[in-house]
């Protein structure tokens, strides 16, 4: 069985959730340089990435489960006038058409499920890409302190855990990999940079680290994807 949960935004009290990811600005341009345009933006949260990409000229889908986020969403695209489409849906059963999207992204996102939905996802991406589609997509490491420290009762299965440490993400699933784990959960997928594995810290001048991340840029296998 899939889960999954949505993030509490009534919760936030943090502007980090409003600053694209430092990504956002290549992505930009290399999609744009490929002539790519139709973009989904899944699990959009308050809209970051969707309201930065359509100022720069690209067709967005801003996506989140979290009926909240959407209306945030929304309410800023009418404020700046950007044609943004807002959709409440889960990522587990997108509600799209096949092949309707030249690129997608999914930033803190899909890794808020156990490893069946996370399958799941990924092949709904796949579906609602085009062939030779690109998706931008960061995942939770592995090498993260909470994911080792993890009590057995808080498992669901050998790579995804509740966490509840977090107002916002109680009991919010989260799913981690390592590179072997990459290497074979993307089927017809083909990664079109090295996958780069980061860690994030937290108060200045404390050596521990909160968490690590991956990112990976994928091409969809297919007629068009070589």
Not at 123 to 129: K, M, T
Not at 182 to 192: A, D, Q
């Amino acid at each position: 069985m899939s889960v999954t949960k949505a993030w509490d935004w009534s919760q936030n009290t943090s502007d980090y959730w409003l600053i694209p990811c430092a990504e956002s600005a290549f992505l930009a341009e290399h999609w744009g340089e490929t002539g790519a345009n139709a973009l989904l933006d899944l699990g959009c949260g308050l809209g970051r990435h969707s309201l930065y990409m359509a100022r720069r000229g690209f067709r967005v889908t801003a996506a989140d489960l979290s009926h909240q986020a959407v209306e945030q969403v929304a309410a800023r695209a009418r404020q700046e006038e950007l044609p943004i489409d807002t959709v409440c849906c889960n990522m587990l059963t997108l509600p799209f058409d096949d092949g309707a999207f030249d690129c997608a992204m999914a930033v803190n996102v899909i890794y808020h499920t156990d490893a069946a939905g996370f399958r799941r996802t990924l092949e709904e991406v796949g579906r609602v890409l085009r062939p030779g589609g690109e998706f931008f997509v960061t995942l939770l490491s592995k090498a993260t302190p909470l994911y080792s420290q993890a009590p057995t009762d808080r498992r669901l299965d050998a790579y995804t855990i509740l966490r509840d440490e977090s107002p916002m993400e109680h009991n919010v699933p989260h799913f981690y990999v390592d590179y072997a784990d990459i290497c074979h959960l993307f089927p017809g997928w083909r990664l079109l940079l090295p996958a780069k594995e980061w860690k994030e810290y937290g108060e200045a001048g404390k050596t521990e680290f909160l968490s690590t991340h991956w990112t990976l840029l994928l091409k969809k296998e297919g007629p068009e994807g070589g």
